[in-house]
Antibody, heavy 119, light 110 residues
Framework: EVQLLESGGDLVRPGGSLRLSCAGS????????MGWVRQAPGKGLEWVSG????????FYIPSVRGRFTIFRDNPKNTVYLQMNSLRVDDTAVYFC????????????WGQGTLVTVSS | QSVLTQPPSVSGTPGQRVIISCSGS????????VNWFQQVPGTAPKLLAY???QRPSGVPDRFSGSKAGTSASLAISGLQSEDEADYYC???????????FGGGTKVTVL
């Protein structure tokens, strides 16, 4: 069974840093693109970042480019989101998502981890 | 303001057929496939359809996706109380180099 387990969400001050982790199991991790989607309280879904199977290609939304870094450790079956210079509007539940065999978004989602940026 | 436009809400009675629309542009839906997700509040989203109309295993055939030009739609036939949820469309945008979502549509079963 495919499973994604996120961790790392926390309360952090504006300007602070946080690293989210997502451990995958039940599939050949290195064969699949992975990504992160967030949902601010009471709001809709927003794709944040993604990367291909070997991590060579990464993509970001403009509002996080230069502040967030996505990377993966395939031997550990884990994808990360390093978040620096956090802002209040980064507050959200962050979901780890697995892409399909043809790199279509979201055939599996983690349960989400809450990031709260507040002073 | 979402790149893809969905109606905020849709409602129907049990057994009815409802349709959720998703409007985009030539830089996303017009040239890239559309995915649809269902989210029951408080839980993670679930993939309902990908590549416009493909259903993952386990998704009932009551859910069907389609696309024409720069718009897509998700039809739910034989509406059931368990279908009450938020529904989102998504597509890759070639100008933004990013996946973009619709604002979401809340389906209510009357």
């Amino acid at each position: 069974e495919v499973q994604l387990l996120e961790s790392g969400g926390d309360l952090v001050r504006p300007g602070g840093s946080l690293r989210l982790s997502c451990a995958g199991s039940g599939f050949t991790f290195s064969n699949f693109a992975m990504g992160w989607v967030r949902q601010a309280p009471g709001k809709g879904l927003e794709w944040v970042s993604g990367l291909n199977g070997n991590g060579a290609f990464t993509f970001y939304i403009p509002s996080v480019r230069g502040r967030f870094t996505i990377f993966r450790d395939n031997p550990k079956n884990t994808v990360y989101l390093q978040m620096n210079s956090l802002r209040v509007d980064d507050t959200a539940v962050y979901f780890c998502v697995k892409y399909t065999e043809t790199s279509s978004l979201g055939d599996r989602w983690g349960q989400g981890t809450l990031v709260t940026v507040s002073s | 303001q979402s790149v893809l436009t969905q109606p905020p809400s849709v409602s129907g009675t049990p057994g009815q057929r409802v349709i959720i629309s998703c409007s985009g542009s030539s830089s996303n839906i017009g040239q890239k496939p559309v995915n649809w997700f269902q989210q029951v509040p408080g839980t993670a989203p679930k993939l309902l359809a990908y590549k416009d109309h493909q259903r993952p295993s386990g998704v009932p055939d009551r859910f069907s996706g389609s696309k024409a030009g720069t718009s897509a739609s998700l039809a739910i036939s034989g509406l059931q109380s368990e279908d009450e949820a938020d529904y989102y469309c998504a597509s890759w945008d070639v100008n933004l180099n990013a996946w973009v979502f619709g604002g979401g549509t809340k389906v209510t079963v009357l």
